[in-house]
C-alpha cells in the first residue's frame, strides 16, 4: 500500500514537470469573441477560425479589426467558458464571450465603457498543462452555430389571421448580447454588453415601446440600470429607436457560484412599429449566451487521511452490503411483487397530474391573461373594443380546450371506477383488470396521437385555404377600389380644388370601412371554420371513446377474462354513468359560459371607462383650443397691435398646446409601460397560486376514484367533480374580474394625474400670450387695451380647461352610472340565460331518453346484443347535444356579419336603382360637375350605411338567434332519425336472413322437381336408390323437427322458470323498496295519507316505469329467442334439401358449370359468392372430377344436363310474362 503511495507521488512530480515544458510549447492562446447571426434576413455560413495579425473572424466570415480586444493575462483559478451549438451537430468551447449576431460595430470606441476585453487563460503551475491546451485545440474543431427563430406563438389562439403583420426580420433589426471577464477582481467579474442596431436607412422605419428581457439566472448584477420585475430576469425600456441608429446597454455581474456549471443566459428583444397599431409587440428576438465556469482547486495530498478514509470506507461498505443482504432475504415475494405493482401503478399515474406538466400548465394559462393587460395599457383606444372581441374568442377556444380536457379525465375516472368494481365483486381477477385498464389507456394515448395528427393536418389545410380567400378577396376589394379611384379622378378633372380634397377626404374614408368590414367579415369566416373543425375533432373523440369501451370488452370476452353476462351488465351500467356525466358537463359548461359572459361584459365596461378617459383629453384639447381662437379673435376687435403679429401669437399658442398635447401622450405612453410590468407580474403570481391550488384539488378527487379501489359511488364521485369544477370556475373568475378592476383603477389613476399635470400646462397658455400681447403695445396704450377686455377675460385666462375638465369629468361620472347599471342588467340576464339554458338541456335530454325508450320498448323482438347496440348508437348522440362554447359564438358571429352585409348590399343597389330611375334624357346631359355631386352622394350614403350598421346589430343578432335555433332543432332531429335508422337496420338484417333461407329452400324445391323429372325421363332412375334417398330425407327432416321441439321444451320451461324465479329478489331489496313506497300508516288521517302519496307520486311512476320497461326487455329477448327458433327451424329444413339435392346431383351427373347456370336462374338476388358455396354443398369438388369424366363418355346424358338451364329460363320466363299486367288483360279477353 505504502510502496503504490510512493509511485504515486512520483507520477505526479513527473506529470507536474512535463506540463510545466508543454506549457511552453503551447503557449496561452488568444480567445476570440464568437459571433451568431440571428437575423433571418442573411444566411449563416460557417466560418473558420484563423489567428490572424490584428484581425478576428466572425461567423458569417466577415473580419473586423480585433487590437482592441487583446490584454495580458490575469491569474485566476476560475475561467469562464462559452458553448456554441450550431444545427450541424458540432461544439465549441470559447473562453470570454459568445454573441447571437454579426457584430457590425465601426470603431473601436463602441465598448469603451467596458474597457479591453481580458484573456481568461488560466495561470498557475496547472495553467498551461497540455490538457489545457489539448482541450482549447480540440474544441476550436468543434463549431456550433444555434438557431433561432422570430416568430410569435399564441397557444389561445390559433386561427388563422387576416391582417398579415410582417416580421421582426422585415425590419432590419440586429440584435446581439456579449460577455467581457475581468480577472482581477475575486471573485471575476462579467460585463454583459447588449446592442441594438435598427439596420434601416435613415428617415425609414422608426421602432417604439423597445424592451430587453435578460436572463440573470446564476449571476448577481452589481451596476445594472435594468428592473427585476420576475425572478430571475431583468428588464431594460427604450422608448424608441431611429433607423439607422444603435444602442447598447451594459451592466456588471458575478458568478453565483464557483462550480463547474453551465450557464444559459438568452435575452429577448420586443419592439412595436410606431406605424402600426397592434396589441402584440414584435418578436421576441432572441441572443443567446452560453457561459461554461471551470474552477481550479489546489490540491494536497494527505496519505495518512487516504489510508483510513480507505479503511474506514471497506468496513463501511461491508457492513452495508451484509445489511442488503440480510434484507433481501427477510422480504419475502409476495412483498416484492407489491412493491413492483406500486411501482407500475405510480407508472401509469396520469401524465396530466404530473408535476412538470402541471407546472407549463399554470404558467401557460396565467400567461394567457395578460392578453387583458396588453389591452388596456398597449392598445390604441379607437381599437380596444375590436380587440376586446378578439380576446373573447381567444378566451372561449381556451375554456374548450380546458372543458375537454376534464371531460377525458372524469372518463378516465369512472373507467378506473368501474372496472375496480369488477374486482371488488370477484366477478374479475387483479391480473384481468390490470390488463384491461391498461390496454384502455393505451387505445386512447394511441387515439389521442392520432386525434393530433388529424388536427394539425386540418388545421394547416385550412390556414391555406384561408390565406387563399383572403388574397383574392383582398385583391378584388383593391381593384374595386382602382376602379372607383379611376371614376373620381375622370370626374374630378374639371372641379376646383376644394371639391377634389372632398372627394378624395370621402373616397380615403369609404375605402377604409370597406377594407375594415372585409378584413372582419374573413376573419369572423375563418373563425367559424376553425371552430367547426375542432367540434368535429371533439364529437369524434367523443364517440371514440365509446367504442373502444364496448370494443374492449367483447375481446375481453372472447379471450375468456370476463363472462358475457358481467361484460353486458358492465356495459349497461357503463351507459348510465356516462348519462350522468354528460348531465353533469352541461352543468359545468353553462356555469362556463355565463362565467365568461360577465367577464366580457365587465371588460366591455372597464374598457368604456378607459376609452371615455380619452374622449375626455380630446374634448378638453379641443374646447381649450376654440376658446384660443375666440379669445385671440376678441382681441383683434379692438387692439391696436398689427394683425400679423395677433396671428403669430396665436399660431404660437396654438403650438404650444399642440406640444403639450404630445407630451400628455408620451407621458402616458410611459406610465402605462412601466405599470405593465408590474401589472401583469402580480396576476401571474396570484392567478398561478390559484390554479396550483385548483389543479391540486382535482388531483386529489382523481386519485380518490382509484384508490378505494370500487367502493365509491360513481354518481356521487360525478357530483363531487360537478361541485368542484363549478366552485373553481367562481373562484377563478371573480379573482380575474378584481385583477382587471385594479389595473383599470390604476390606469385611471395614472391617467388623471398625467391629465392634471397637462392642464396645469394649459391653463398657463393663455397668460404667457396676455403678457406677449401687453410687450408688443405702447406703454401708453396698455390701459386702453385692458379695457377693451371684457370683464371675464382675466377669470377665462386663469380657468381655462379647467372648466372643460370638470364638466368632462361629470359626464365621464353620469356616463359610469349608467354603465355600471347596464352592467348589473347585463348580469342579471346572464344568469337567468344559464338557468333557461340548464332547463332546456334537462328537458331535452330527457325527451331523448323518453324516445329511445319508446323506440327500444315499440318493437317485437329485441335481443340483449341488440339492446347495447342501441344503447351504444344513442350515447354517441347523447356525447354530442351540449352546448359548445366556441360553435355557436363563431356561427352567430358570421351569420350576423353575412345578413349586415347582405342588408347593406341591397340597400346600395336601392339607391342604385332610384338614382338611374330618377335621371332623366336632360339630367343626362349635366354638366361634369353634376355628375361630380352626384358621386359624392352616393359616396356619403355608403359611408352612412356602414356607420348605420351598429344600430342594426340587435334586430339583426334576434333574427340569427332564431336561425340558430332551428338549425339545432333540425341536427336533433336528424339524430333521432338516424335512431330509428339503426334500429330499421337491425330488422332488415334479421328479415334479409330469413328471406334468404326461405329462397334457397325454395329453390332447392325446384331443383328436386327438375332433377328427378330429368332422371325420368332419361329413364335411369332406380326405384330403389331414389326410395333410400326420400326415406332418409325424410328421415332427416324428422330428427331436426324433434331436436327444435326438444329445444322449445327447454325455452317453455325456462320461461315458467323466470316468471316464477323473478319475483323473488324483490323480496329483498327491490321488494323493500316497493313496500317502503305502498306502504300505508293504518292509524293516520286521510289528509296525511294523500300529501304521502303525493309526495311519493313520482317515486312510484320511476319504479313501475322500470319494472314495465324490464318485464317488456324481457318479453322482447323471449320473442327474440322463439323467432331464432323459427330461424333455426328454417335453416335446419334448408340443409337437409341440400343434402337431398346434393344426391340427386350426383346422381344425375350434372355438371358444376351447369349447375351454378341454374342457381343463377333460381336465386337471382344472392351475390356469386353466396352461389359458389352452395354449388360447393351440393357438388364436392372430388364428385365434380369425377362426374366431368364420366360425362365425356355418356354424350346423351351431357345433352340433356345442358337443357336444364335452358328448360329453367323457358319456365322463370313464362312465369314472369304471366304475371305481367299485358298478359293478364290477354288471358282475361
Known sequence: MLQAHFIAKRVTILLFILNIQVSCLFPPPLYLPWCHNVTRRESLHAGVLESSAGRQPCYDGTFQDASWYTTPPQESLCSIHVTQHDPGGKSSELTLLQMDGTMEINGPTVLSAGGALSSSAPAGPWGHSFFTSFTYMSNILHLRGRRSTLTRYNPGHTLPQVQSVAPPSAFGVKFHKCAQVKHDTDPPQLTFFLLIHNMGPVGGTNLSQVAIRDSISGIVPLKTEGKVVERGYQTFAIDSLSAGSQVIVNYTAHIRSHKNEVLDLPAFLTFSNASQNDVSMFGPLTANLTLRVNSTDRIYPNHGVHFAGFVVGFFVTLVLLSLGFLAMNLIGPRTRLNLLQQRRNRGDSDPEYTDCNMTETVKDEATFEDKMVDTMVLEDPQNMYQALENLEMSTLLHATNNLEATRIQIYKDVMSSLLSGLRSRGQASAQAQQRLLSVLHGQLLGMEGRLKEERGARMAALAGRCNLETREEMEAEHCREAAEKTQAELLCQHADQQELLHCSVLLEKLHKLSQSQLQRMLLVRHEEASAKVQRQIIEWRRVELHKIFSEELEEATRMGELEKSTAKSLQHYYFACQDQLEEVLDVVVANQRYVLAERHAQRKFLVHSLHSLNSLISDTFSSTSSNLDSWFTHIRRGSIVPEEQIDQLQEKAQKELVMVRQRLDEALSQERRAMRCGLIKKRRELISDMLRVHKQRQKDLSGLSKGLEGKIDV?????????????????????????????????????????????????????????????????????????????????????????????????????????????????????????????????????????????????????????????????????????????????????????????????????????????????????????????????????????????????????????????????????????????????????????????????????????????????????????????????????????????????????????????????????????????????????????????????????????????????????????????????????QDLEFASGLVKQSQLSVEVLLEALRLLLPTLPESELLSITDALCPKQHSVSSSAEQEHSGCAGELNRLLPVKLREDVVHKNMLNMPSCTVERER
Open 715 to 1135: 354518481a356521487q364521485h360525478l357530483l363531487c367533480w360537478q361541485n368542484l369544477l363549478t366552485a373553481h370556475s367562481l373562484e377563478l373568475a371573480e379573482l380575474i374580474n378584481n385583477l382587471d378592476e385594479e389595473a383599470a383603477a390604476d390606469i385611471r389613476k395614472v391617467t388623471m394625474r398625467v391629465i392634471q399635470g397637462a392642464i396645469t400646462e394649459v391653463k398657463a397658455i393663455q397668460p404667457s400670450a396676455t403678457q406677449a400681447l401687453l410687450a408688443l403695445l405702447p406703454p401708453g396704450a396698455q390701459r386702453s387695451l385692458l379695457q377693451v377686455e371684457p370683464e371675464t377675460g382675466a377669470g377665462q385666462a386663469q380657468g381655462q380647461g379647467a372648466s372643460s375638465l370638470l364638466q368632462g369629468q361629470e359626464k365621464l361620472h353620469q356616463e359610469g352610472k349608467a354603465a355600471l347599471r347596464t352592467l348589473s342588467c347585463t348580469r342579471e340576464a346572464l344568469r337567468e340565460a344559464m338557468e333557461r339554458e340548464l332547463q332546456e338541456q334537462r328537458e331535452l335530454r330527457v325527451y331523448c331518453r323518453a324516445f329511445f325508450s319508446c323506440l327500444c320498448s315499440s318493437q317485437l323482438t329485441l335481443c340483449e346484443d341488440d339492446r347495447l347496440r342501441m344503447k351504444l348508437e344513442f350515447q354517441k348522440c347523447l356525447s354530442v347535444m351540449d352546448r359548445c362554447l366556441v360553435l355557436p359564438h363563431a356561427v352567430s358571429r358570421t351569420k350576423l356579419h353575412t345578413a349586415l352585409a347582405a342588408c347593406r348590399k341591397e340597400s346600395e343597389q336601392q339607391m342604385t336603382n332610384m338614382q338611374s330611375k330618377g335621371k332623366t334624357s336632360a339630367a343626362r346631359q349635366k354638366t361634369d360637375t353634376s355628375d361630380l355631386l352626384l358621386f359624392q352622394k352616393r359616396l356619403e350614403e355608403r359611408i352612412q350605411l356602414f356607420e348605420k350598421q351598429t344600430e342594426m346589430e340587435n334586430g339583426v343578432m334576434n333574427k340569427v338567434t332564431e336561425e340558430m335555433q332551428r338549425e339545432r332543432e333540425d341536427d336533433l332531429r336528424s339524430q333521432a332519425d338516424s335512431l330509428a335508422m339503426q334500429m330499421a337496420t337491425i330488422h332488415y338484417q334479421k328479415a334479409e336472413r330469413r328471406t334468404k333461407v326461405l329462397e334457397t329452400s325454395r329453390a332447392m324445391l325446384t331443383l328436386h322437381n327438375l332433377l328427378i323429372q330429368q332422371l325420368r325421363e332419361r329413364k335411369s332412375l332406380e326405384r330403389q336408390d331414389m326410395t333410400q334417398s326420400i326415406q332418409d330425407h325424410c328421415l332427416g327432416l324428422e330428427e331436426a323437427e324433434e331436436q327444435l321441439q326438444k329445444e322449445k321444451a327447454e325455452l317453455n320451461g325456462l320461461q315458467m322458470y323466470q316468471s316464477r324465479v323473478e319475483p323473488n329478489p324483490m323480496q329483498g331489496e327491490e321488494e323493500g323498496e316497493e313496500e317502503r313506497i305502498f306502504q300505508l300508516w293504518q292509524d293516520c288521517r286521510m289528509t296525511s295519507i294523500l300529501q304521502e302519496a303525493l309526495y311519493k307520486c313520482e317515486s312510484a311512476v320511476t319504479l313501475l316505469a322500470e319494472r314495465w320497461q324490464e318485464m317488456t326487455a324481457n318479453n322482447q329477448a323471449m320473442e327474440y329467442l322463439k323467432e331464432q327458433m323459427g330461424l333455426k327451424r328454417l335453416y335446419a329444413n334448408c340443409d
